[in-house]
């Protein structure tokens, strides 16, 4: 059994401690909003918080997550995180999905990079294209995207 704390519920997953982060989420708990992409960590589909930092799901074992927080888009979306509402709203706002299926790792990076930022700060575009760079759409909405981040950061200030 392999004890893990996920959107802040403790859990006990019976399950390889090889598995990916991802599959625990997806398979075992029924958390379907992180996506699969590439299975190699390259394009950020399934980005998730692992106390408070961005990794990538596809490719961290649950072993490695042990005892620590875990946090996902259905968490930050649908919880009381100030910064992820601010996120969700500018997404909303700004038209930012078209397929919609790199959203959850995009918001995921967004409110990892936001959360980084001294409060009052308001990030360069070259600050939230950084940020951003490991997640990729293929939509093409990066100028919808940094437009969202720019505008959730001053919501937060």
């Given at each position: ?7 802040g ?22 958390l379907?909003g ?9 394009c950020?589909?399934?980005t ?27 968490a930050?979306t ?11 709203a ?29 409060k ?38």
């Amino acid at each position: 059994m392999t004890p893990l704390n996920v959107n802040g519920r403790p859990q006990a997953l019976d399950a390889d401690p090889g598995t990916p982060i991802l599959w625990a989420l997806r398979d075992n708990l029924g958390l379907t909003g992180t996506k699969f992409g590439c299975g190699a960590a390259l394009c950020g589909a399934c980005t998730v918080h692992l106390n408070g930092q961005a990794i990538r799901s596809c490719v961290t074992p649950i072993s490695a997550a042990a005892g620590q927080k875990i946090t996902t888009i259905e968490a930050v979306t649908a919880g009381s995180d100030r910064i992820g509402k601010a996120v969700h709203a500018a997404w909303v706002k700004h038209d930012v999905a078209q397929c919609g299926y790199c959203q959850s790792g995009q918001i995921m990076s967004a409110t990892a990079f936001l959360k980084t930022l001294p409060k009052g700060k308001q990030p360069t575009a070259a600050e939230i294209d950084a940020a951003m760079a490991g997640n990729l759409c293929r939509c093409g909405t990066y100028a919808r995207i940094r437009a969202a981040v720019a505008d959730a950061a001053r919501a937060l200030a």
